[in-house]
């Protein structure tokens, strides 16, 4: 039973063409590219700026909104310490307590999403974007007042308008 499943799903995968060989480094850069640009569940805008100009434009944009920024992860740095080669890649963590707080009394589970996050990413092209998770979805996987998205989608419009303005 498990096989005649298992050849059913490969008939349909194939017959479909969702199936794609990446034959080489380069490629597979390109395929994670495509899918950073396109993911269902990000917002990803274009940077204007050099990565770290970015960072700092939307630290300065948080900062003037009173949105504290609790931490920055440099993916691309954690990388070299352990002797791999990465391209920048680094996640801004920030977030308004006064406004998160009451949500996560609300609903628990909204924790592993917040405080928010907006990712500075450079491509295999050496162009720079920034992707935050998508409000919407958020509310979705836990059930958030429309309300609430509305503030979600104003930060990030806030971060959006920082690095394409």
Known sequence: MKLKFLALTMVTIFSTGNV??????????????LMGINNPYLQTFKSKYSAEDSILKI??????????????????????????????????IFGKPQLGTPMMIESPT????????????ESNQGEIFVSLNKPKIIAEKHNIDQRNVEKMDGLVKLISESVTK
Request: charged content about 20%; glycine content about 4%.
């Open 110 to 121: 909204l924790a592993i999403d917040l405080p928010l996050k907006a990712l500075v990413w």
């Open 20 to 33: 794609q060989a990446i034959p080489d480094t380069e490629s597979r850069h390109s395929s994670s590219y």
């Open 59 to 92: 630290k300065q944009v948080l900062g003037n909104n009173n949105i504290k920024v609790f931490s920055i992860i440099d993916h691309q740095a954690a990388a070299k310490e352990v002797g791999l080669d990465m391209l920048f890649s680094s996640v801004v």
